[in-house]
């Protein structure tokens, strides 16, 4: 039994009664020495160091007479570079993408890293702790590369399903988000190292990135996109904020006023810099008074043209000090001045456990019928593994975040490349094989592959076996969202037919993101594993013989059918070509959902998802009770965890908070959670502490956050177990 059901019967809520008193979190502590080394070597800096530190190339500048691509002079082949002032001490910039590990687009040598789980893995565990294990890991191995500033970070919410970029980012729910963002961003500054947070802000598509103006009204911006900032940057002290690519409200974000100064450094007190997105920066003048600090990427504004918009009077002198003081604070901050990086063979053992342990907490049971899983080790099983490259490789996700893996691309690309330095498009595997992880974790197993290419093959070799594996890929890059969520090339078919031969069949899948699943009723079990990274076969290999209990919790929502979005696909995605949006007008988006991204929408609407937000099974099964619910300055939400199923396992409790009628939210909204590890037969207490910003709602009037006044209803226990109760609870 699942400890989905037990859970229907035992979710608990509580009502919780309030006085409107503000909500809001902490800010970062002032720190007097980085500001007053800063300060002075701002006073020693001549216009031309400063305007120097202001601008970033890429490794690769366009040789102007060859016109050929040419390493950037200075670069370390990372993916931005700006020169320091070595009579200062002050350091080169040395900035290299880092999301999901330490990135090569420069190709350099010895340039390969741990290839880490997709970020949606992380999420799906979350597990505070293990953020910042994946910070540390990122944080060293950018530093043992060489470089100081790490690009990761990527915090945008999941709003668009489909979205290019979802396995890059966290989840849909702002607070976990935000949370999880900030663990990790503690854990790469804590190895000396400036991080950053990106893309600010509601870059949520790919589809015309460049050129988009998203329209969105600011209580709904501060309550889905803008909080996950707010939390991320508040609790992590992270030394840079990357801006979008598209527009907000009219303006680009690389020169909103309202976003950089009066949200970030007024309201938020963000003491470190912002950079432009690559290519982002449209103007000198507009964009540094508004709040830009650096623009990055075949600079042309922050040079000449700004010290033009100086001579005229259009930026100010202090202005400009105020942007190098913001550069080289968060590098004195940082640790990077004093304790400069040493490149040196990163550490892969370290980087492969913590890669593994993201995969096994990550991995989502969606569905386990007639508990088919977990196979049971030394029953001479004949499995038949299926499809997805799984003899070889597992798929990463692509663009500015891909890392090299040892021995480079496991899988031959179907098309050659096309020309240019960078390719996005091309799917691309590191060699890892879930089909050898399983042989060796069951040697006596009978382990064969089929391509899936055939779906007769595939279909009789499962007709053969105890039980069929099918890997179900999804390749989802940069700069191309999906226009869909069905499996490519095929993928149901051969699962209908695999599943057709032999109901003991288990699907994989690979994904960036929600896919639809309308095999599921045929299958026997369902796992997701996102992108597992280098050390994903061994932790599925655990996972599918009960090694490891699978805790994985989804972070986005699964939609039974694409007609349940607010949108079918990424706003505006018909008018490109297959995605391709590089060449489209400029365009205005209104996401209808409003406060209501992802899960909220599902819920305010009555509708079913395949599977929900929160949703994950486990070989045991958790009962909830005793819900206690405390208010003082900080609402305390306890009650009792007990394993009563037959496996230890661990659990992620979640706390869900309705708001009083009046305050206009959503249904629900995720407050809370605890990770935990219970034995077989173990009870334990758990008390949830909710951020009073998970109970509160952004006045507009009063430029505030405030708690509503009412009650507010409590549930703990996944999102479907009071589906149709809610407003009774
Ligand atoms: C991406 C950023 C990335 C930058 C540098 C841009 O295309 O949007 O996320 O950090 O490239 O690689």
């Given at each position: 039994m699942t400890s989905e059901r037990i859970l229907a019967g035992v979710c608990a809520s509580a009502a919780l009664a309030t006085a409107g008193a503000g909500g809001g979190g902490s800010t970062a502590a002032p720190a007097g020495d980085p500001d007053a080394r800063a300060m002075a070597a701002v006073q020693q800096m001549t216009l031309a160091e400063k305007l120097q530190l202001?601008?970033?190339?890429?490794?690769?500048?366009?040789?102007?007479?060859?016109?050929?691509?040419?390493?950037?002079?200075?670069?370390?082949?990372?993916?931005?570079?700006?020169?320091?002032?070595?009579?200062?001490?002050?350091?080169?910039?040395?900035?290299?993408?880092?999301?999901?590990g330490v990135t090569n687009l420069g190709k350099r040598k010895n340039g390969?890293?741990?290839?880490?789980?997709?970020?949606?893995?992380?999420?799906?565990?979350?597990?505070?702790?293990?953020?910042?294990?994946?910070?540390?890991?990122?944080?060293?191995?950018?530093?043992?590369?060489?470089?100081?500033?790490?690009?990761?970070?990527?915090?945008?919410?999941?709003?668009?399903?489909?979205?290019?970029?979802?396995?890059?980012?966290?989840?849909?729910?702002?607070?976990?988000?935000?949370?999880?963002?900030?663990?990790?961003?503690?854990?790469?500054?804590?190895?000396?190292?400036?991080?950053?947070?990106?893309?600010?802000?509601?870059?949520?598509?790919?589809?015309?990135?460049?050129?988009?103006?998203?329209?969105?009204?600011?209580?709904?911006?501060?309550?889905?996109?803008?909080?996950?900032?707010?939390?991320?940057?508040?609790?992590?002290?992270?030394?840079?904020?990357?801006?979008?690519?598209?527009?907000?409200?009219?303006?680009?974000?690389?020169?909103?006023?309202?976003?950089?100064?009066?949200?970030?450094?007024?309201?938020?007190?963000?003491?470190?810099?912002?950079?432009?997105?690559?290519?982002?920066?449209?103007?000198?003048?507009?964009?540094?008074?508004?709040?830009?600090?650096?623009?990055?990427?075949?600079?042309?504004?922050?040079?000449?043209?700004?010290?033009?918009?100086?001579?005229?009077?259009?930026?100010?002198?202090?202005?400009?000090?105020?942007?190098?003081?913001?550069?080289?604070?968060?590098?004195?901050?940082?640790?990077?001045?004093?304790?400069?990086?040493?490149?040196?063979?990163?550490?892969?053992?370290?980087?492969?456990?913590?890669?593994?342990?993201?995969?096994?907490?990550?991995?989502?049971?969606?569905?386990?019928?007639?508990?088919?899983?977990?196979?049971?080790?030394?029953?001479?099983?004949?499995?038949?593994?299926?499809?997805?490259?799984?003899?070889?490789?597992?798929?990463?996700?692509?663009?500015?975040?891909?890392?090299?893996?040892?021995?480079?691309?496991?899988?031959?690309?179907?098309k050659p490349p096309p020309p240019g330095p960078i390719d996005f498009r091309t799917p691309v595997w590191t060699a890892a094989s879930p089909m050898a992880a399983i042989q060796a974790r069951d040697p006596g197993a009978e382990v064969r592959f089929v391509s899936g290419e055939d779906l007769a093959e595939a279909a009789q070799a499962a007709a053969h076996a105890d039980v069929a594996i099918v890997f179900a890929v999804q390749h989802r890059t940069e700069g191309l969202d999906t226009g869909g969520l069905s499996l490519p090339d095929g993928q149901d078919e051969l699962i209908e037919a695999v599943a057709h031969a032999n109901p003991k069949t288990v699907v994989v899948l690979e994904s960036g993101g929600a896919v639809l699943t309308p095999w599921a009723e045929r299958v026997g079990a369902v796992l997701a594993v996102w992108y597992p990274g280098e050390r994903g076969p061994q932790a599925l290999a655990r996972i599918l013989f009960g090694d490891v209990n699978p805790s994985g919790k989804l972070p986005v929502t699964f939609p039974a059918k694409l007609s349940d979005l607010p949108r079918p696909h990424a706003f505006n995605y018909e008018h490109t070509k297959e995605g391709e949006s590089d060449d489209m007008k400029p365009f205005t988006v209104t996401y209808v959902e409003g406060l209501a991204v992802g899960y909220k929408w599902f819920d305010a609407k009555g509708l079913k998802p395949a599977f929900e937000f929160g949703h994950g099974l486990s070989y045991t099964r958790f009962e909830y009770r005793d819900l206690k619910v405390a208010s003082g300055e900080r609402v305390k939400v306890s009650f009792h965890v007990h394993n009563a199923g037959g496996r230890d396992g661990d659990d992620v409790a979640q706390v869900y908070v309705a708001f009083p009628p009046d305050a206009g939210e959503p249904p629900r909204r995720l407050a809370g959670w605890s990770r935990l590890s219970l034995h077989t037969g173990e009870s334990k207490r758990v008390e949830v502490e909710i951020d009073p910003l998970a109970l509160s709602i952004w006045d507009v009037k009063a430029q505030r956050w405030r708690k509503p006044l009412g009650v507010f209803q409590i549930f703990v226990g996944p999102l479907r177990a009071d589906f149709h109760n809610d407003k009774d609870g």
């Open positions: 202001m601008q970033g190339e890429a490794h690769l500048r366009i040789d102007p007479e060859t016109k050929e691509y040419v390493p950037t002079p200075g670069t370390k082949g990372g993916d931005g570079y700006s020169p320091g002032v070595p009579r200062l001490g002050v350091p080169d910039l040395q900035m290299i993408g880092a999301g999901l390969s890293a741990t290839v880490f789980p997709s970020t949606l893995a992380l999420a799906a565990s979350f597990d505070r702790e293990l953020a910042y294990d994946l910070g540390r890991e990122i944080g060293r191995q950018t530093r043992d590369q060489g470089f100081n500033v790490s690009l990761g970070g990527a915090v945008n919410l999941i709003r668009e399903a489909s979205g290019g970029r979802n396995f890059e980012y966290m989840s849909e729910d702002p607070i976990l988000s935000g949370k999880l963002m900030a663990q990790n961003l503690r854990g790469i500054q804590d190895q000396k190292i400036v991080a950053t947070i990106k893309h600010f802000a509601i870059n949520d598509q790919e589809t015309g990135r460049m050129v988009m103006n998203v329209r969105m009204d600011e209580r709904t911006m501060r309550e889905t996109d803008l909080l996950a900032f707010e939390i991320g940057i508040k609790e992590s002290g992270v030394g840079a904020v990357m801006s979008a690519y598209n527009g907000v409200n009219g303006v680009y974000a690389s020169e909103s006023p309202y976003l950089l100064n009066t949200v970030l450094k007024g309201e938020w007190k963000f003491a470190g810099w912002v950079m432009s997105d690559w290519g982002a920066t449209h103007s000198a003048a507009p964009a540094l008074n508004a709040g830009l600090d650096q623009e990055m990427f075949k600079p042309k504004y922050f040079g000449e043209a700004l010290e033009h918009a100086l001579a005229w009077e259009q930026v100010s002198q202090a202005r400009i000090d105020d942007a190098v003081r913001r550069i080289l604070r968060s590098l004195y901050a940082s640790g990077v001045v004093d304790d400069p990086p040493q490149p040196k063979p990163i550490d892969r053992e370290a980087g492969a456990a913590v890669a593994q342990r993201i995969a096994e907490e990550g991995t989502v049971l969606l569905k386990n019928d007639g508990a088919l899983l977990p196979l049971k080790a030394g029953a001479a099983l004949k499995i038949v593994v299926v499809g997805g490259h799984a003899d070889r490789a597992v798929l990463t996700g692509g663009g500015s975040a891909q890392v090299e893996s040892i021995g480079g691309n496991a899988v031959a690309p179907k």
